[in-house]
């Protein structure tokens, strides 16, 4: 199975100013990659697939770059409403496997 | 408008069982593969299985392999899974998820399945 190890596992940050997170699988999944956002007590949200496309009605503060095993979500400028929990996950091998989430605070 | 929407659970003894269904309307489900997925409170999300669209072909997560059968009914747009042999592990909110379907996937708000005595 492939794991997928997402660093760091809390980030803290600013409103409006810009958060980086990365992901790393064990094995190339090519681009065959997704982030989800993940508010409490809301189910995850995709945000970007296939590594760097964004989603149907996601913001362009989000981004996300990479392929193969490495890969990062950029959100801009972040907005009180982007602060969560977010899952990287490969849909290239089954298992498809999530990493153990990036936490995104309030600095 | 996609919808899918989770039923079925609720409080189960260790060793028990509890079949989970899921409602999609407003995309032709027969041409779909569909998934679940869960999450344990407090904890990550975990993929445990999907089908084809014509079931010929079905993936576990071996955390469920040999306890959980997912299957579907087409002419009904409707997703099944079958947990038997429940432990506490097994405690989380299971999603129903698409795949891409244009440009997201779709979850359901979830059901949540408690296994405890």
């Known amino acids: 199975e492939i794991v997928m190890t997402q660093s760091p596992a809390t980030l803290s940050v600013s409103p409006g100013e810009r958060a980086t997170l990365s992901c790393r699988a064990s094995q190339s999944v090519s681009n065959n990659f997704a982030w989800y956002q993940q508010r409490p007590g809301q189910a995850p949200r995709l945000l970007i697939y296939a590594a760097s496309t964004r989603a149907t009605g996601i913001p362009a503060r989000f981004s996300g770059s990479g392929s193969g095993t490495e890969f990062t979500l950029t959100i801009s400028s972040l907005q009180s409403e982007d602060f969560a929990i977010y899952y990287c996950?490969?849909?290239?091998?089954?298992?498809?496997?999530f990493g153990r989430g990036t936490k995104v605070e309030i600095k | 408008e996609v919808q899918v929407v989770e039923s079925g659970g609720g409080l189960v003894q260790p060793g028990g069982s509890l079949r989970l269904s899921c409602a999609a309307s407003g995309f032709t489900f027969s041409n779909y593969g569909m998934n679940w997925a869960r999450q344990a409170p407090g904890k990550g999300l975990e993929w445990i299985s999907h089908?084809?669209?014509?079931?010929?072909?079905?993936y576990y997560a071996d955390s469920v392999k040999g306890r959980f059968t997912i299957s579907r009914d087409n002419a009904k747009n409707s997703l099944i899974l079958q947990m038997n042999g429940l432990s506490a592990e097994d405690t989380a909110v299971y999603y129903c998820v698409t795949p891409l379907i244009g440009t997201t996937t779709y979850w359901g708000q979830g059901t949540l399945v408690t296994v405890s005595s």
């Open positions: 996950q490969q849909y290239n091998n089954w298992p498809r496997t």
């Open positions: 089908i084809t669209s014509s079931s010929d072909t079905i």
